[in-house]
């Protein structure tokens, strides 16, 4: 299968290429795409180097799938270039996520959504992805009826520029500054721009993303997300409340049977999801699996996702297996 990938130079997209490979999808033919800055430059695919094209060429060669990882204001110009040339589009910016035209895919939640007439796809944020992935069992037992997240966020999730303004500030170098102030030995309670409600975007794409993914726009959900001076993943505690009661056994049980889900409980031992243990692995982790004792139907969880991974490469390759499956490519 011919297959593109957008935005082939950056964080995401080098990791969609790595991503691609370790999970041997049929690639018999890769088309690196980016910016008119990068192109010439070159990538590599399974010990192969690849000349990087640009967005015309990338159109033209014909992929069956294209998986972009560009920004926004790139997809929405070239994702219905692409689409219009028959090349089903999995985005992973935030453009297309809250159209209502387009569908918002976590395969472990909703991949029965997709449909064969669905050429621009959109791969939700990080942070969303992995919550949804540890709510959706519970969901389905226990009906959620209220959300409450705080995200601890690695830097990651900026890009490069956020990895070397920390690196840079651990050797204490001058350098480029992603963020306004410093991260290391910091923690920066904004993400994104803020809104008109005091919210930050981030926050918000949670509070919509969720309720959309998850099909279900009673779910109210509220979130604060933090970006911490960590490499590797990003963090979650999440509270939950239910409409019917849960014994914490019942939710450790069907956690551990959830398809992409990694149950690290043992408070004897310490063990719980971490960033550290986290890193180059496609699974969510979830611990500290506890009862809320302040009020009924309550639950304290902590969930644990390489946001590189699952939060954006894996998910849009597992999109693309699916649509592959089900013969919708």
Not at 80 to 91: H, M, N, R, W
Not at 158 to 174: C, P
Not at 179 to 197: A, H, K, M, R, S
Request: charged share 20%.
């Amino acid at each position: 299968m011919k297959v593109a990938v957008v935005g082939a130079t950056g964080l995401v997209g080098s990791k969609m290429l790595q991503v691609l490979e370790e999970r041997n999808f049929p690639v018999t033919e890769l088309i690196p795409v980016a910016s008119e800055k990068s192109v010439g430059k070159q990538v590599t695919f399974k010990g192969k180097p690849y000349t990087v094209v640009g967005m015309e060429q990338g159109i033209a060669a014909k992929p069956a799938v294209a998986l972009f990882s560009a920004g926004g204001s790139t997809s929405l110009e070239w994702a219905p270039k692409f689409a219009a040339a028959g090349i089903k589009v999995i985005d992973n910016s935030s453009a297309w996520r809250m159209d209502p035209t387009k569908k918002l895919v976590v395969p472990e939640v909703n991949a029965e959504v997709l449909a064969k007439d669905d050429f621009i796809i959109a791969n939700p944020n990080c942070s969303t992805i992995q919550m949804v992935v540890a709510l959706q069992p519970l969901h389905k037992a226990y009906n959620i009826q209220r959300i409450v997240v705080s995200t601890y966020q690695s830097v990651t999730g900026t890009g490069k520029k956020a990895v070397d303004q920390l690196m840079n500030e651990r050797k204490s170098l001058q350098g480029e500054m992603a963020y306004t102030y410093p991260i290391d030995l910091n923690v920066i309670p904004q993400i994104d721009v803020f809104l008109e409600n005091g919210y930050t975007k981030e926050e918000m794409k949670m509070v919509n993303e969720t309720k959309k993914i998850m099909q279900d726009k009673h779910i109210r959900v509220t979130a604060t997300t933090v970006r911490i001076p960590v490499i590797g993943g990003h963090s979650e505690s999440v509270n939950i409340e239910f409409e019917k009661e849960f014994e914490v056994a019942g939710v450790i049980e069907l956690l551990s049977k959830a398809p992409g889900v990694i149950v690290q409980q043992d408070d004897a031992a310490q063990l719980y999801p971490m960033p550290l243990l986290a890193h180059e692995k496609d699974e969510v982790f979830v611990g500290r699996i506890r009862r809320d004792e302040t009020q009924p139907k309550t639950l304290n969880m902590w969930v644990v996702s390489d946001n590189l991974r699952k939060g954006a490469a894996t998910n849009a390759v597992q999109i693309a297996e699916y649509l592959m499956a089900h013969h919708l490519l």
